[in-house]
């Protein structure tokens, strides 16, 4: 153990703030958390295995290559008929060039072999959700109840969701649940998880605009007692969408300037939209 000037560590610790600072224009709660990307590139590059290294902005700019492979929480607009799209903070693949980003928002690459992300970004903006997800209980009984889900399709027609999959807890103490689909239903399946006391819902694909319905019915063990609400949900979602952008960012044109006889590129751009969950409760 060494002991640490505390000079020296007040010293670092101003030196941080005031770079961290010129990176971020302002310095607060706000700013770090939507910028946590690049201050945590800047502190591994002004300190290394412990020991205080550059505390320049200018050296800083060079080391970290702030520009070409990350950016703070600039606005970023597209003009695609979404309008503007606000990013908290992205990155880019090391084989992005930004020289003409800031200008006109164009992309630069020599790809490398394989499927690769281009550029991930993370926005707190406020957004439509893609469904709609409607959840009711009620007594049926001294110790039975129904439960309604109900599921729209907030998206456009030519967009399908696929392996849907949704959640329900129930009351502790439910022994069993049957299942009632609509009519037509094709590629649904219903489950009762006994384990962890929650309903199942699998839909193979929602096409967008639609709306699906189901009913359960439980039994309990013993006599409700208070509110079911408060006892059952909330209602969990996991979904994919292919090609779906709730951010609304879009790429607007591909261009591929083939310079190698033996090498034959594709024109191919996947859009991934990330998310734990979709969450409704009762």
Not at 128 to 137: G, H, S
Not at 198 to 214: A, M
Not at 221 to 249: C, D, R, W
Request: charged share 25%.
């Amino acid at each position: 153990m060494v002991n640490i000037s505390p000079s020296l560590l007040l010293e670092l610790l101003q030196r941080i703030a005031r770079v961290t600072k010129d990176y971020l224009g302002v310095l607060n709660e706000d700013s770090l958390r939507k910028n946590f990307i690049l201050v945590y590139e800047l502190l591994d590059e002004v300190i290394d295995f412990g020991y205080p290294q550059t505390t320049s902005t200018e050296a800083l700019n060079e080391d970290l290559g702030i520009g070409k492979n990350s950016s703070s929480t600039h606005d970023y607009r597209s003009s695609s008929g979404g309008g503007s799209v606000v990013l908290d903070d992205c990155n880019f693949h090391e084989s992005v060039q930004l020289d003409s980003f800031d200008i006109d928002r164009t992309l630069h690459l020599i790809p490398p072999d394989g499927e690769f992300p281009v550029m991930n970004y993370r926005m707190t903006q406020e957004f439509k959700p893609p469904f709609r997800v409607t959840a009711l209980i009620e007594e049926a009984g001294p110790s039975r109840a129904e439960v309604l889900l109900k599921i729209r399709a907030d998206f456009p027609a030519n967009v399908t969701a696929n392996t849907i999959t949704v959640q329900m807890p129930v009351p502790s103490y439910t022994m069993r649940a049957s299942f009632e689909l609509e009519a037509g239903a094709v590629g649904q399946t219903t489950d009762f998880k006994e384990g962890t006391r929650r309903l199942e819902w699998n839909l193979k694909k929602i096409v967008g605009g639609s709306e699906h319905t189901l009913r359960a019915k439980l039994t309990f063990s013993q006599e409700t007692h208070g509110n079911l609400t408060k006892e059952a949900g909330p209602v969990n979602m996991n979904f994919t969408i292919p090609m779906y952008n709730a951010s609304k960012l879009q790429v607007r044109y591909l261009q591929i300037a083939k310079k190698s006889k033996t090498y034959n590129p594709y024109r191919w751009v996947r859009y991934v939209t990330q998310a734990n969950s979709y969450v409704a409760r009762l």
